[in-house]
């Protein structure tokens, strides 16, 4: 209930997972905020041009984000707090959780109808899977993805799905918006407000061109809790040279999370469970297991361990297998 709501009547809150397996949590203040929302409107790009000038303020618009949706999260956050920004707008926007069964979900999305989907790209895969075999009667007209990696057969899979155009921008729960794609498909880094440096395994500056080990963040938007060079998990590499749309603004790729989609045996008829990977680890975590690797090894079989040691390790093991198990039980997979 206080999703979004002011902390100390000036902050604005939210949790994460964290890179390196350490949950943290996140303060905004207004300046901050201001800087993410600004970036959000001017610099998305415009998916559809003739739309935008015949409806500037994107009246006409029903979003939904589909995500983890029960939690202080960057993504809800920043969904419920345009809503209590914009009452106005709130009952076209709207927040729906990827952890219920996919006959709840898909029934939520058919009775809101959206024109704009928000959500990661392994979710949309689903969806658009969905869709392509009749169960999903939606008529999008635009898709925004975040979160995780989006690969080309991705992207053109879920576009073909849904015959509409799909943007990928690139953000973290450090640094909300810190790239957007252009008109030519090309990341480009908001480096005005966000310095990213990839970094090789010893923490050596790497040249353009190359991948690092990893990625150090600075927010220059963030003066109440500051974030210099802190390390994002993510290889970013920027490209040596200018992108042909004229922005000045650097390019960049960025490998980030892709994990596989579990694949369980289902039951009471249903052939196929999917379970995007941003679930479980919304559910593990929600167990207090931050620290894991999950592998499926059948149908029916996964590992999960931990690098916990001693009787908490087990402890926490223990409960995140529970609250895993009854999960899957809930989506519909069997044994
Ligand atoms: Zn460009």
């Known amino acids: 209930g206080n999703i979004a709501k002011d902390h100390l009547t000036r902050y604005t809150v939210w949790e994460s997972s964290g890179s390196s397996g350490e949950p943290a949590v996140f303060v905004q203040d207004a300046r901050a905020m201001h800087v993410y929302d600004a970036?959000?409107?001017?610099r998305r790009p415009v998916l559809r041009p003739l739309q935008r000038w015949l409806d500037p303020w994107g009246l006409t618009d029903r979003m939904a984000f589909v995500g983890a949706t029960g939690g202080h999260f960057a993504s809800t956050v920043s969904v419920e707090r345009l809503r209590q920004l914009q009452p106005g707008l709130s009952h076209r926007l709207r927040g729906m959780s990827f952890l219920q069964p996919m006959e709840a979900l898909r029934a939520e999305l058919?009775?809101?109808?959206?024109?704009?989907?928000?959500?990661y790209p392994s979710a949309a895969v689903m969806l658009a899977e969905e869709h392509r075999a009749g169960r999903l009667r939606v008529d999008l007209r635009e898709i925004w993805t975040g979160g995780e990696t989006l690969s080309p057969a991705q992207r053109t899979f879920?576009?073909?799905?849904f015959a509409c155009p799909v943007s990928q921008s690139y953000g973290a729960s450090e640094f909300l918006s810190l790239a957007f794609e252009c008109r030519l498909g090309a990341l480009h880094l908001n480096s005005d407000w966000a310095i990213l440096e990839p970094v090789d395994a010893q923490g050596r500056a790497v040249?353009?061109?190359?991948?690092?080990?990893?990625?150090?963040l600075t927010n220059l938007a963030n003066h109440v809790q500051p974030l210099i060079?802190?390390?994002l998990g993510d290889r970013v590499t920027f490209l040596p040279t200018p992108c042909t749309c004229g922005s000045h603004l650097p390019v960049i790729t960025v490998s980030g999370r892709d994990d596989d989609t579990l694949q369980l045996a289902g039951g009471r008829g249903r052939a196929c469970v999917q379970v995007v990977p941003l679930a479980v680890s919304t559910v593990l975590e929600d167990a207090g297991l931050f620290d894991f690797q999950l592998v499926q090894q059948g149908p029916r079989e996964l590992l999960l361990t931990t690098s916990m040691q001693?009787?908490?390790?087990q402890h926490v093991l223990d409960a995140a297998r529970e609250k895993l198990q009854a999960f899957?039980?809930?989506?519909?997979?069997?044994d």
Not at 207 to 216: F, S, V, Y
Not at 310 to 313: D, K, P, Q
Not at 328 to 334: D, I, K, N, Q
Request: proline residues 5%; glycine residues 14%.
């Open 310 to 313: 001693g009787s908490r390790g």
């Open 207 to 216: 040249p353009d061109g190359q991948a690092g080990c990893t990625t150090l």
């Open 39 to 42: 970036l959000e409107a001017l």
């Open 229 to 231: 060079r802190y390390d």
């Open 158 to 161: 879920v576009r073909e799905s």
């Open 328 to 334: 899957f039980g809930e989506l519909g997979a069997r």
């Open 110 to 119: 058919e009775a809101f109808q959206p024109t704009v989907l928000a959500t």
